[in-house]
């Protein structure tokens, strides 16, 4: 199985693109934090083992393949829209967004990217990089599932940091997902400046 996960990357190389990134997000549905993208060019057919989408990966594992792949990704980079931004626009606009700003931040730049989903515009934002969208990308492409990874923990990381900031909200437990003890929560002390307020219809 684990050598299916190049077909997409190499029918690029095939056409003469060399530099192909993956592009995945994370936190496109909680309540509270930011949305988190990340952006991955790996070397051709390099084994990671365990690499799969993230959230068929311990967070144990995610962990350890975080520090693995920015030690051999030819490129990386991780980008974020915050919380204020998400309500100001839409959510799709703010993962279009954050996708797009780690392709920019990447170095060698890409000239194509693998974009997990169907979606490359939102009301205010596009993909502009030359790309390709694919469905369920985190478990059939290396490159975004290595990119599903790098934005999962970061977000998750950034989560427990804020949980400290704001104790009440147990931040570390849910990452800002609509739990039933988010919600309980919530409910016992509104919302505070991270939560997405637009997100907080039925409290």
């Avoid at 029918?11 to 988190?36: F, K, M, N, S």
């Avoid at 915050?82 to 931040?105: N, P, S, V, Y």
């Avoid at 290396?142 to 934005?151: D, E, P, T, Y």
């Avoid at 400290?164 to 309980?184: A, L």
Wanted: hydrophobic fraction near 40%; glycine fraction near 6%; charged fraction near 25%.
């Amino acid at each position: 199985m684990e050598h299916d996960l190049w077909q997409l990357e190499r029918e690029c190389w095939t056409q003469g693109i060399t530099l192909v990134c993956g592009c995945d997000e994370a936190g496109a549905g909680p309540l509270a934090g930011p949305v988190y993208a990340a952006a991955v060019i790996l070397p051709p057919e390099c084994s990671i083992p365990g690499l799969n989408d993230s959230k068929k990966v311990s967070p144990k594992r995610r962990a350890l393949l975080f520090d693995v792949i920015q030690q051999t990704a030819l490129a990386w980079a991780i980008a974020r829209v915050e919380a204020e931004e998400i309500d100001a626009t839409d959510i799709l606009t703010a993962r279009i967004k954050a996708m797009q700003l780690a392709i920019d931040q990447l170095s060698p730049s890409p000239a194509f990217a693998l974009i997990d989903g169907n979606r490359d515009r939102g009301k205010g934002a596009a993909i502009t990089t030359p790309h390709l969208t694919v469905v369920k990308g985190d478990s059939l492409s290396s490159s975004i599932a290595a990119a599903s990874i790098l934005a999962k923990v970061s977000r998750d990381r950034y989560m427990e940091e804020v949980a400290r900031d704001y104790p009440q909200y147990e931040f570390e437990r849910h990452k800002g997902y609509g739990t039933k003890r988010h919600y309980e929560l919530l409910r016992q002390y509104g919302p505070c400046p991270i939560h997405r307020k637009t997100f907080l219809k039925n409290l």
